[in-house]
């Protein structure tokens, strides 16, 4: 006897669309290959921070880069097949400070921020913004890890340094947009602060090598109210080995924080170097992999699997080096075996194709020999889809693609001025914005991602997806169609969506590697499918996806 169970979801998992999900009797899915590297791999100096533009240009800051016929910097921009751009920044080497942090603000220009008192912006040319000069006294004391834009155009920094400006702070700080102190923002820490991911409710979870928060006790890791105050009620408590530190952290789509760096234990549970806290600061018990080493950077993908850099030869007993995927458990991901032979992974990010990017200081990669820098393709296409709810926009996002910690929206009537739509919230499986009524219905929407990676998870980029609202129209299964069920021992129903999009049926047996058994196209009228496999055990699930 086999039993049915079907439940409406606007989205189901991480990398489902809309439509219904159905568990019942049916096929297993099978894994990918480990991805391979693609082209994309120059022979540069040692990486310590990246990002991605969305013309599809990585900027990389490190020690030192020589650029043919121009000089030597600590910034350098690559072209989209990986050659050094000659006409970005002419030939600057900010002293001594190596470049740790950066970040692409919306305008384009970009906030760089290392050592030796390194903190400055480049125009989206590579010359140096003038404007922006805030300065540290002794510079060669000084240092910024870690670089947050928040929504409001305001900057947070942190590091080790107790003055900008001339106005005394303790290793955190948040900077106007022109580059002056904000004298209202006055946390203080008794040890270096390395790394910052800012919460959608405007908290942010800070990380580093201190042990005391606004004179209360916080070992190495501690949450901010927005004014900078401290949130007494989340305290995850990170110590053990030699040299404790949590260096790289990234939040969760569900609120959970990812944390990196050197420790053996989490809220006085055993944890070797990596572990998960849920949003209250409680550690994750289900989530415990161990990494022999050191954890220095953590990028998220959509379909909730991690990818972490650093100095390690071991993740969850299982030889890795320097770099790793987990699955959303926390368990080891099989499919992904790629090795940085070196000393270490400093970076790593995710572009908007599913493209990760690789930096640090080894010689090869992927078993292909690749000089600090390099680039893997997604073993999961990325895939969105727009779909609405009468007043609402939802932008689905899933595969490999990154994890957005943020989204912004914006309208536009006659494709050139783009107005304000609103900031996005998390939805399962993406975000929404509310307002489609009060805008003409022939709008082209805007969407901007916001993404966080490199070294202590200090850098940020963003990148945009835009859609006509006449075609948001959603793909979904019709389970209150009579075609809806068993049909001679094998499932059926109808699919619509809008006329002439290519869509798939996907399988699953665990929600997390899908299969896909069948192709159509979308038309004015509902598709029917019929599973060609019998419906026997164990269970299945199916979802839609568009091509």
């Known amino acids: 006897m086999q039993t049915f169970r079907r439940k409406i979801l606007a989205q189901v998992g991480r990398a489902c669309l809309l439509g219904l999900l159905i568990i019942h009797s049916g096929l297993a899915a099978s894994g990918a290959d480990t991805p391979p590297l693609d082209n994309f791999h120059p022979a540069v100096g040692s990486i310590r921070s990246l990002l991605a533009q969305p013309d599809g240009k990585i900027v990389i800051g490190g020690s030192s880069f020589s650029i043919p016929g121009v000089g ?17 920044l002419n030939p600057y080497y900010f002293g001594d400070g190596v470049v740790i942090a950066l970040v692409l603000q919306e305008d384009g220009k970009i906030i760089f921020a290392g050592g030796y008192g390194t903190l400055g912006r480049l125009t989206p040319e590579g010359a140096v913004d003038s404007t922006f000069a805030p300065t540290f006294f002794p510079p060669d004391t000084h240092s910024v890890r870690s670089v947050v834009v928040q929504p409001d155009g305001k900057i ?14 303790f290793r955190m700080a948040r900077l106007n947009s022109n580059g002056s102190v904000d004298t209202a923002f006055t946390p203080h820490f008794t040890g270096d602060v390395n790394c910052l991911a800012l919460q959608a409710d405007s908290k942010c979870v800070v990380g580093g090598q201190f042990i005391q928060v606004n004179s209360v006790s916080r070992s190495r890791i501690a949450r901010l109210n927005a004014d900078g ?5 989340f305290n995850p408590n990170v110590s053990g080995g030699s040299f404790p530190e949590v260096s790289a952290m990234a939040v969760q789509a569900d609120g959970k924080v990812v944390l990196g760096g050197s420790f053996t234990t989490v809220g006085g549970q055993p944890r070797a170097s990596i572990a998960r806290v849920l949003s209250d600061g409680a550690l994750d018990l289900a989530f415990d992999p161990g990494v022999t080493g050191e954890v220095f950077s953590v990028a998220l993908q959509t379909d909730g699997r991690i990818v972490i850099g650093g100095t390690f030869t071991a993740v969850a007993g299982q030889p890795r080096q320097n770099l790793a995927r987990l699955n959303p458990d926390g368990s080891l991901d099989p499919t992904f075996t790629v090795e940085a032979r070196g000393t270490t992974v400093s970076a790593v990010g995710i572009q908007k194709d599913g ?7 080894f010689t090869n990669l992927a078993s292909v020999s690749c000089t600090n820098l390099g680039r893997l393709l997604p073993k999961d296409e990325p895939y969105e889809v727009w779909t609405r709810n009468a007043d609402e926009l939802i932008w689905l996002r899933g595969g490999g693609g990154p994890e957005l910690c943020r ?16 900031e996005g919230t998390r939805v399962p499986g993406g975000w929404n914005v509310s307002g489609l009524s009060t805008i003409p219905g022939d709008s082209a929407i805007r969407g901007t991602g916001y993404v966080r990676g490199s070294r202590h998870s200090g850098s940020g980029w963003w990148f945009q997806s835009t859609v006509n609202l006449t075609n948001v129209v959603p793909l979904r299964i019709l389970s209150e169609d009579p075609s809806f069920g068993l049909t001679d021992h094998r499932l059926g129903f109808k699919i619509s969506g809008p006329p002439g999009q290519p869509f798939r049926v996907e399988t699953s047996s665990n929600l997390t590697d899908w299969t896909p058994i069948w192709t159509n196209t979308s038309s004015s009228n509902p598709v029917l499918f019929s599973d060609p496999q019998p419906a026997e055990a164990p269970h299945l699930f199916y979802r839609v996806r568009y091509q």
């Open 72 to 88: 030597v910097t600590r910034i350098a921009r690559l072209t989209t097949d990986g050659n050094l751009e000659p006409t970005f």
């Open 156 to 169: 947070l920094i942190g590091g080790e340094f107790t003055s900008i400006n001339g106005v005394t702070l």
């Open 355 to 361: 493209k990760v990017l690789v930096g640090g200081f």
């Open 407 to 422: 989204a912004r929206f914006e309208y536009s009537a006659d494709g050139a001025t783009w107005l304000p739509l609103g």
């Open 229 to 233: 105050s401290l949130d007494q009620a």
